[in-house]
């Protein structure tokens, strides 16, 4: 039998993980997809924290119009400008096991736009 989506994903991600991992100087962008929303954080896996994070459920971002990319690309700027608050300039892209395609390409570009580097 074949793998189902899920765990083709998380075979991708277990990968990925291997090679991406954050520190508090650099902290890994990790991005999470479900068919609505779409989440992102900055993580130190060092400490196991959280410094940032932004998503489209954020009430400004939920209250705007848009397609979904477009979502993408505003979660992608608050979570950089919350970033560049924190004093973060730099950080390690972590896609999640997801194509770099579509809306994760979006939320990356976004974050870009709002002064992040990787």
């Not at 929303?37 to 196991?48: P, R, S």
């Not at 009430?59 to 979570?79: D, F, M, R, Y």
């Not at 809306?103 to 990787?118: D, H, N, Q, T």
Request: glycine residues 10%.
């Amino acid at each position: 039998m074949g793998l189902t989506k899920n765990e083709r994903r998380f075979r991708i991600k277990s990968r990925i993980r291997k090679v991406v991992s954050g520190t508090e100087a650099r902290p890994r962008l990790a991005v999470f997809r479900s068919n609505k929303e779409i989440y992102a954080q900055l993580v130190d896996d060092v400490t196991g924290k959280t410094l940032v994070a932004a998503s489209s459920r954020d009430k400004a971002i939920a209250s705007e119009k848009g397609t979904k990319s477009e979502k993408a690309t505003l979660v992608g700027k608050a979570v950089a400008d919350r970033a560049k608050e924190a004093g973060i300039e730099t950080v390690s892209f972590d896609r999640g096991g997801y194509q770099y395609h579509g809306r994760v390409k979006s939320l990356a570009e976004g974050a870009r736009e709002g002064g992040l580097k990787f």
